[in-house]
Structure formats: C-alpha cells, structure tokens
C-alpha cells in the first residue's frame, strides 16, 4: 500500500477526485445496469454463474450430508424388501426427538417476554458537571440547577431508549422475526447452519430481517467467515407478479425472463435469481469494489447491480483507493463448527447419521424376527393335499381340514425362528444411550426421573451437566444475535426520523435519532445462555436471596438492585411497581444538592468576611474619641509647659522677648 505524508494526506489528486466521484453516482443509483451496455452486463453474468458452480461444488459434500440429515429428521422412509418383502422399515426418532428438545429449550429462552435487545453501557455512566474557573460544579443563572456536559445515568437511560424501541420492532414492526426465529432454531440443530438476512426494505418502508436456509445461501467451503468471503450468493425465489413490481418501481431492469425452466405448465411458478455479493472493477482504477448483482437464473441476465459501500467510509492515501469496506446483510448461526474447518457447520442430523442407521438395522432385525416366529412356515411333503390355493392361514379356535396319505407330522417341517434376541435389545439400549450422550437429551431433562426420589441440589447439578452441550451452543446462537443487532442498529441510525414514536407495554415512548449512536454505547443480548431452566433461574434468585440476608454482604450488597435480579430471574412482570417510590435523592440530585451547600458556604464565608470589616471599622470608629481627646490633652499640657516655662525665664531674657513681640 502506498502512503504519503501527513501534510499530503488531505491533497487528493483530480484522478483519485474523479474516481471517488464516480463512485458517488454508484451509490446513490438505484440500478446501476441501467448504464451499463449489453457487453459489460454480459461479462458480470457469466462471472456470477461462474464463481456461483465453483462454490456450490465445493460444498457438495456438505450439501448431500445436510440433505440426509433432514431426510432423518424427518424420517422419510425408501421402499424396502430385505430381508423379505413387507420386512420391517422403523426410523427411530433420534434427530427428530433432539431437535424438538433443543428448539423446545432455545426458543423460550431466547424469546423471553418482551425485551428481547438489552442494551449495554461501554466507558463511564457516573456524569460529567460543567465547572466554572474555581472548578465548582457550574449551575443555571434561571433556576440554579448544575449545567452538564453528560449526566449521570445518561448512557444508561438511553441503552434502555433504544432495548425498549429495538425490542418493539423485532416483536411488531417486523412481524416475520419471531416465527423465522422459531423456525431457525429447529432447523439449526438438524443442518447445523442457518443464516439471517437484515437489511431495509425501501416496499415495505421499515427493515426485515429474513431466515435463509444454508442451502440457499451457497458460499465457499474453505472460506472462514462472511466477512472473508470473496462472494455470497443468495439464491432467491420471486412470483411473476413480484418481478412485475420490481420492473415497474425501475429495481429490475425491464427485460423479458420467459418460463422457469422446472415450472412446467404453471404459468405462477416461482423463478430463481441469484443475488450474489461480490467484488467487480466497475471504475477501471485496478481495484474492485463491493456490488450486488442479482442474475436470472434460467436465462443467465443481469437483472439489477447496486453498490454495497458507502463513499464516507472508503479510505485513500491521496492519489488513489486503498481500501473500500462492504457492507455486510447475513449473519451466520452455527450450531457445532465443522471439525475439519469447513465454513458450513455441522448438527445432529451428521452426527448421528451411522448410529441412527445402526438403531434403525436393530429395531428392523428384532421386528422381523418376531414376525418370523408369529407367522410360521415351512416344508410341506407332496402326500398332503392342501385347499385350492395352496397356503392354510391359522385362525384363533378354527381348525382347518387336510388330505394325507400318512402321519400329518411326517409330512410338515416347520420353520424354527427363535425370535428377537436379547443380545439385540440390548445393543439397541446401548446405542440409544450413545445417542443420548451426544445430543444431551436426557430422562431428567424431559422431565422424567423413572421414579427416583432425590434431593433438589442433586436434580439441580444433574440438569447442568446435561445442558452443558445445549450451554455452548447457545453462547453459539447469542454471539450470532449480537452481530444481528448491531446490523439493525446500523440501519436504525441511517433510517430512523429524528424522533420515533411507538407503543411499548401499552405505554407510548420515543425514541430520538441521536440514541442510535455506535461510538456512545454498544447493543447486544446480555441474557445469560445457562438459564435454560426455570429451576436454573429459581435457584440463582435462592443464592441472591440467600446473600442479601448474610451479615457480612448485607452492609455492601444494595437490596433494590439484589431485588430487581430476583425478580427478573423468576420471571416477574413489571418488578419496578412492587417497590415504593425512592424517598431518597436521585444522583443528579445530591450532586444539585451539593452544588448549592458550596454556593451556600462560599456565600457565608462572604457574609463572615464582610461582618469582620463591619467589625474592624466599627472598632475604628470607637478609637477617634478617644484619640480627640489625647490630642486635646496633648495641646493643653503643651500649652502648660510653655506658660510655665514663660515664667520662669530670666528677666533680661523675658524683656528681649517681649521687646521682640513689639
């Protein structure tokens, strides 16, 4: 990569301006095939069925192994004939049973009342007060309350602004997220990967986050994540009326895409298009951008390209590109990654694949032997006669009647079938029990404890070592959630109006624009992935209980916020009306409070100050009397002391003074 100085960085040369500009058109087009000739949108075709065959085939393996597992899940049956015809075809419900038990546990805990977005505070929540030059908290001239830079709580009041408004359009606005949520949960553990598509739908006017099944979403195996993913392409199915609406709103370009080829008479048949993400040169500067092209599938056109960059975000060192960040629509949910490093995971369904055949091959063999054993059959000699037909059938208390030359016993061998084997029953518990092992479901965790009479801390340990497998995928599922907000909280901060309004438990909040802010405050769910129980959640609100009432913590514990945690951990509605209005001061009000005793200490030691001068004048004035009369005391004793000293001057001395007057 090539970089300048810093002085230079600010100084983009015309090409670099020219490039950024044409890119500025990209962006902002609705369908940037419109200015594109036939040649260029013939090229970007073939390279989009191109990469689309090279990743497909590199997942062929996964897809054929995926595509069994949910045969198993749901126990489609092929004809068989073995050992004889009609023998016995059982699919044990493993996959099936683990994958209800799973999506049973998953979905209520995940769709847990309605805050479903919590809202978590990054960097200090404590306040930040103006101060003025003395460095005292600076209050408001108009009503002397303290002025703030931030106010304390404030990060806090608005993660539970946007928790309350995310929550509400997960719930209501867009009406297609729980169900896909509750789909996606008990398709998870069969395939093992599924995926969710958030993006804004400018038909709808709101944003839609979609479930995609990791079979139409074709990326390639030997990439590690979406992000590293030179392209991901979205297989879509559209009716003929929807791809009438997309031409005529200009999103589709306005050709003609005939017949799905598999539609066969049906002239409403859906047609596949190929959306694929990937990365094209379209401004000739050496260095490909991120573009969407959706392609028909059937006749190989480009259908609509739109840019997925924004222009702000892309990064240059003056004289050309050096890096232009995509913007990112699917979130990957992985139930178990794949252990060979795949990018497609693995579930139930391919794990239990060979010991879910070999259950299925002992419950058959048992089957057919206890068929065998109840049917009968065998040899018959030529010396019997048998009825028209050739087979006698044995019916409860119904004797049929036979023609034969000798003893009936010499003529008939019947067959000796021992039955089903013990030695296959209990294979069979064995395998079951493997199967149990690995997909967690256990008698305890069904609710079943086969009559057993034990202590609540002993059912309590026994159900956290069996959710230890569900634990760590749910901490699967949570990290995939966070990366799903945070993507409709993107789009949230491009869409939403300065200020939002919305009903949420029956009571109308806002929300403004300015709360959806990424460098203030960061949205993921904080729900807790080992409460997955609720004697999980009872038994933690128990320990807090336990520990507020403890001498040593009780002094440091805060009972209110011990209190709120119980009450949300046993799943109480609306916990804040069960606690009395808060008769103490609130923080913004003791720091006012403070704010004013300093205003009111530095006014008394004013008033003290002003009251030692009032004394010292006051003081002051008392001395002058007494200072007059020193001084006419001083004047007369001087006037004494000269008249005394008049008198006793010598005669010639007292004559040449009074000579002098003269």
Sequence with gaps: MLYTPAADKDKKSPSLTKTLAKLLAYETSQNIAE????????????????????????RSDWEESSKRAMDIALQVRKPKNYPFEGAANIKYPLVTVAALQFGARAYPAIVDGARIVKGQVVGNDSGVPMLDDNKEPRLDPANGEPLWLKKPGEKRAKAERVSKHMSYQLLNEMEEWEEDTDVLLHHLPIVGCAFRKVWRSETLGRNKSEMVPAKHLVVNNKCRSLDEAPAVTHEIFLYPQEIEERKLSGVFLDIDLGSPADGGNDEDAPHMFLEQHRFIDLDGDGYKEPYIVTEHKDTCQVVRMVANFSVDQIKDNGKRIIFIPKEQYFVKYSFIPDPQGGFYDIGFGQLLESLGETIDTTINQMLDAGHLQNAGGGFIGTGIRLKKGGQIRVSPGKYEQVETTGALRDQVLPHQFPGPSPVLFQLLGMMVEAAKDITAVKDILT??????????????????????????????????????????????????????????????????????????????????????????????AQVLMQIQEHPVFGGIQDPVESLKRI?????????????????????????????????????????????AIADKMTAETQLLPRQADADVTKTLSDAQKAMMDTQLMPADRLMEAQRQDM
């Design 35 to 58: 200015d594109l000739d036939d040649e260029q949108l013939s090229k970007i075709a073939q390279d989009v069925e191109r990469k689309y065959k090279i990743d497909k085939d590199s």
């Design 447 to 540: 609710g079943d404890t086969n009559g057993q009479v034990q202590t609540a801390t002993t059912t309590l340990a026994m159900i956290e070592q069996g959710l230890k497998v569900f634990t760590a995928i749910y901490k699967r599922i949570y990290r995939a959630l966070k990366h799903e907000f945070k993507l409709l909280f993107k789009l949230n901060a491009k869409h939403i109006d300065e200020k939002a309004y919305y009903t949420f438990n029956d009571q109308e909040e806002v929300v403004e624009a300015s709360d959806y802010d990424l460098a203030s405050m960061d949205i993921c769910p904080v729900a807790d992935p080992k409460m997955v129980t609720d004697m999980q959640r009872s038994a933690r």
């Design 567 to 611: 009450y949300e951990a046993t799943g109480t509605e609306d916990p804040e009306r069960l606690f009395k209005k808060q008769q103490g001061p609130s923080p913004a009000e003791e720091l006012q409070m403070q704010a004013l005793q300093a205003k009111t200490g530095r006014d008394m030691a004013g008033a003290q100050k002003d009251a």
